[in-house]
């Protein structure tokens, strides 16, 4: 059977990148992410197993993908994730497969975690003060955290990236302590605007802090020291500054006020086997039920082409009066 060609959806962006929410569980409640409440939780039967799983990503890695990031809910606590993350490593095709986790359970698994393949790891620090960490996580231990990201730069995972959604009149005061901590660490940072999607969207707009005048204020706490770097650095959207002399980089995603529409080569696979194509609209395709019923790889491949051809020019987060707004929570997209 002659090969598909590579993913390129109809406005030519090349698909590349592929990020697998491996559950739509979380053990924290960050109020962005997931509501504290009223959460229907998928059963386990409707969850792709392992196998499942890396069939599909096989298939994608077959017509072109490269980038595999493994997200949630909190990845960690779907069981046998190390296992899976050792099947994706040998896929042939797949050059970089990452992490993202809240690191509350990182310093268990980074070691295994990067024995079976995965080279690098984001871990959402919204703020260094313990109380403020444990409300804003409804509950989390920012003291396990910090063990984590050690954890994480002992064994060797490079780069650390440590994300900050940044939200106004909550841990916006953080902004320049945050960088001062990540430089310390020797770790990346990323600023990140909350962005409207799930039941809580709008006490996401309520909360949003733009990008701008995150580099406004990181300009003149860093001075002369924050310097533009050209190209870019990974497969996502943030725009990248060297930090001085040291090698650690921050990045600013500003989904909101500056989209990156443009160059998305994203796509989501969610735990149910839903194929998301984009974070802020409805569009997505069931791969689920026709994988089980027993479809060839070759009918699958032409599912995926098919659904990314439908893939949305942009998001559109700032119109709410259009109904374009995801109810979905963030949890359950893999962010």
Do not use: W
């Not at 559950?23 to 009223?38: H, I, L, S």
């Not at 050209?230 to 989209?259: D, E, F, M, N, T």
């Not at 149910?272 to 009918?299: I, P």
């Amino acid at each position: 059977m002659t090969a598909k060609p590579a993913l390129i959806d109809s406005f030519g962006r090349r698909i590349e990148y592929l990020r697998v929410s491996v559950t739509d569980r979380c053990n924290y409640r960050c109020f962005y992410c997931m509501p504290r409440a009223g959460v229907q939780f998928e059963n386990a039967a409707s969850l792709l197993d392992n196998n499942e799983l890396a069939r599909l990503i096989r298939l994608f890695s077959d017509l072109g993908v490269r980038r595999v990031r493994l997200t949630g809910g909190e990845p960690l606590v779907r069981r046998h994730l190390v296992a899976l993350a050792g099947m994706i490593s040998e896929l042939p095709g797949i050059e970089d497969l990452s992490l993202s986790t809240n690191g509350h359970l990182l310093e268990r698994y980074a070691a295994s975690l990067k024995q079976a393949g995965v080279q690098r790891v984001n871990i959402s620090l919204d703020s260094l003060d313990p109380a403020l960490f444990a409300r804003i996580t409804h509950g989390g231990d920012l003291h396990a955290v910090q063990r984590g990201i050690d954890a994480a730069l002992a064994v060797g995972m490079q780069p650390v990236k440590l994300n900050m959604v940044v939200m106004q009149g909550i841990n916006d005061h953080e902004i320049e302590s945050m960088l001062d901590f990540a430089v310390a660490q020797g770790a990346d940072l990323r600023y990140i605007e909350t962005m409207p999607v799930g039941p809580q969207a709008d006490e996401s707009r309520d909360h949003h802090y733009p990008a701008a005048l995150i580099l406004e204020r990181l300009r003149r706490h860093a001075g002369a020291d924050l310097i533009p770097v050209g190209g870019s650095i990974g497969c996502g959207p943030a725009r990248y500054y060297q930090v001085g002399a040291s090698p650690v980089k921050l990045g600013v995603i500003s989904a909101v006020s500056r989209h990156f529409c443009d160059d998305c080569n994203r796509v989501r696979l969610t735990a149910q086997g839903d194929l998301v194509l984009c974070l802020g609209r409805h569009d997505r395709v069931s791969l689920r039920e026709t994988m089980r019923c027993g479809c060839t790889d070759e009918m699958l491949k032409t599912m995926i082409h098919a659904a990314v051809m439908k893939k949305p020019e942009r998001h559109d987060f700032q119109n709410a009066a259009s109904g374009s707004v995801v109810l979905i929570p963030m949890s359950a997209l893999g962010g």
